[in-house]
Each structure stands twice: as structure tokens, then as C-alpha cells.
Nanobody
Framework: QLQLVESGGGLVQPGGSLRLSCAAS????????IGWFRQAPGKEREGVSC????????NYADSVKGRFTISRNNAKRTVYLQMNSLKPEDTAVYYC?????????????????????WGQGTQVTVSS
């Protein structure tokens, strides 16, 4: 059974950076698309970024393009989300999720309904 654990959240000033990690246990990540999602208080969950199981494709929400970078290290069973130039509107609980998609060259983003496995979330607060 795949289990995901996020880490790396915290409090950062506007313009700062954080790197979130999503570590998997139980099985290898090789055949899973991985997505990062976030939910702010009173708002719907939204897709932030995803990376295909092959690692060849990544997608980003328009609001984070050019600032966030997703990457994966299957040997370490970990997916990262590097977040730069953070803004107060990036404040949310960030979740990683996995979708079984062997050899996939695409990854869906959306609101995450297609992702079966979820971590517990990590809080990111951007404030001065």
C-alpha cells in the first residue's frame, strides 16, 4: 500500500523560497504520476503541479508558472516542489497525491479527483 508523507512546509516571507518533499513508502514511485495540490481556508482544492511517471512531462497552474518547479527522484522515492518568489496568496495546506499510471507521458492536474493516494499535507504560510 502506497503511503505518502509531505514535509518542508513552514513560514516564509514574501519573495522567499521553500522546497516541499513528498516521500513514498510501501512501494516504488516509478509507475505513478505525482501531483501537488493546495487548499487555502474557505477555498476549493486546486492543482499546483504534476509530473508524469516517466518524468518526461510536468504541468503547472498558471498562478505558479515560472516560480515553482517539480522534480522526482525515483531511487529516493521522493518528489519535490521547489517554490521560489513566494507570495501571500500561495499560503495553503499543500498535499501530494499519486495516481497509478505506468509509463505515462502525461499527467492530469485539475482538482485531483483522479488521484487515489494522498498525503496528510504540510502547511505553507507566506507572510511578513
Amino acid at each position: 500500500q502506497l503511503q505518502l508523507v509531505e514535509s518542508g512546509g513552514g513560514l516564509v516571507q514574501p519573495g522567499g523560497s521553500l522546497r516541499l518533499s513528498c516521500a513514498a513508502s510501501g512501494v516504488t514511485l516509478d509507475y505513478y504520476n505525482i501531483g501537488w495540490f493546495r487548499q487555502a481556508p474557505g477555498k476549493e482544492r486546486e492543482g499546483v503541479s504534476c509530473i508524469s511517471s516517466s518524468g518526461g512531462t510536468s504541468n503547472y497552474a498558471d498562478s505558479v508558472k515560472g516560480r515553482f518547479t517539480i522534480s522526482r527522484n525515483n531511487a529516493k522515492r521522493t518528489v519535490y516542489l521547489q517554490m521560489n518568489s513566494l507570495k501571500p496568496e500561495d499560503t495553503a495546506v499543500y498535499y501530494c497525491a499519486a495516481d497509478w499510471s505506468p509509463y505515462s507521458g502525461i499527467c492530469p492536474l485539475g482538482d485531483g479527483k483522479g488521484y487515489a493516494y494522498w498525503g496528510q499535507g504540510t502547511q505553507v504560510t507566506v507572510s511578513s
